[in-house]
């Protein structure tokens, strides 16, 4: 079974600082990995995703993500960080072994951007 | 991606009674899927709903308390019946993009029940 650990549920930070939110997966075959945000009372959006092909990924928002396949690890960067970045993030991870599509979300982390 | 919409976007609903959620799709596709998000939890995944097939529930979640239908390639519903307070949550549904892979998701209904 796949698993995701999202390794701090809360990060404050204050604008225009590099923030990184950690995600750490369990798999015992090739995953796909993900990242969403959630802004309040929406919906999910994917910030960027983690197919095949080169590690360091980029998505919207200037944020990025480098998969680690010996560390089980995809966390996620922004070199700096704005007020409209306050937002839930979810990293989730999908694979050959749980029917290709189905997802499996972190627990999410809270990212409050101070001014 | 899909443009997605859910009706209702919010509901008070009171104890047992049922209320049923609209996904809409703006293109065809294959995969739907029904998550829930209780109060500041993550996402937990209802079902798999696939257009002319019954729907495949995960384990703690029954056909009897959240039917699905999947009339076309374009939509589907949820129930949530006899509802109780732990019920509320976000209900949101997503659809598999053209990689097979990223899902994309609607707005979410807001379900609180009294």
């Known amino acids: 079974a796949q698993s995701v650990t999202q390794l701090d549920s809360q990060v404050p930070v204050f604008e225009e600082a590099p923030v990184e939110l950690r995600c750490n997966y369990s798999s015992s075959v090739s995953v796909y990995l993900f990242w969403y945000v959630q802004y309040p009372n929406q919906g999910l959006q994917l910030l960027l995703k983690?197919?095949?092909?080169?590690?360091l990924v980029k998505g919207i928002n200037g944020f990025e993500a480098e998969f680690n396949k010996s560390q089980t690890s995809f966390h996620l960067r922004k070199p700096s960080v704005h007020i409209s970045d306050t937002a839930e993030y979810f990293c989730?991870?999908?694979?050959?072994?749980?029917?290709?599509?189905?997802?499996?979300f972190g627990e999410g982390t809270q990212l409050t951007v101070n001014p | 991606s899909a443009v997605i919409s859910q009706k209702p976007s919010r509901d008070i609903c009171q104890r047992g009674t049922s209320l049923t959620i609209q996904c809409q799709v703006d293109?065809?596709?294959?995969?739907m899927f029904w998550y829930r998000q209780q109060p500041g939890q993550s996402l937990t995944l209802i079902a798999t709903?696939?257009?002319?097939?019954?729907?495949?529930?995960e384990s703690g979640f029954v056909i009897d308390k959240f039917p699905i239908s999947r009339p076309n390639l374009t939509f589907s519903t949820l129930t949530v019946s006899n509802m109780s307070p732990e019920d509320s949550s976000i209900y949101l549904c997503?659809?598999?993009?053209?990689?097979?892979?990223?899902?994309?998701f609607g707005p979410g209904t807001r379900l609180t029940v009294t």
């Open positions: 989730a991870v999908s694979g050959w072994e749980t029917s290709g599509s189905r997802l499996t």
């Open positions: 997503s659809v598999v993009g053209d990689s097979s892979y990223e899902q994309y």
């Open positions: 293109s065809q596709v294959t995969m």
């Open positions: 983690y197919l095949s092909g080169s590690t």
């Open positions: 709903a696939n257009q002319g097939s019954e729907a495949t529930y």
